[in-house]
């Protein structure tokens, strides 16, 4: 069983998932969301730094670092997924204590 969250981890593992979903949406051309997608980057990485370090959940370097890689990944390459699910990873590994 999962014990209380940090609500830096709650809200940086939340717009993750939003980005993601916003990015699938685009990816999967159901909308234009490029300045939406990218000011929710701008958010998540914010988030996942302060959660890395307030919430001192240190799986979360793999998330930051992934991160870190995306201006490097364009879009619609397999890159940008893979780095995507690689930083979901190190936020499901947080979560989980």
């Known amino acids: 069983m999962l014990g209380p969250m940090s609500p830096f ?9 939003l980005n993601m979903l916003v990015g699938l949406a685009a990816q999967f051309r159901l909308g234009h969301f490029g300045i939406w997608h990218h000011g929710l ?25 992934c991160l870190a890689l995306f201006p490097k990944a364009r879009p619609r390459t397999w890159l940008h997924p893979t780095l995507g699910m690689l930083g979901l990873v190190g936020y499901l590994l947080s979560v989980r204590g």
């Not at 981890?9 to 998932?17: E, M, N, Q, R």
């Open 9 to 17: 981890l709650a809200v940086g593992f939340g717009l993750y998932v």
């Open 41 to 65: 980057y701008l958010m998540v990485f914010i988030c996942a730094v302060l959660a890395m370090v307030f919430a001192r959940e240190w799986w979360l370097l793999l998330t930051v670092g």
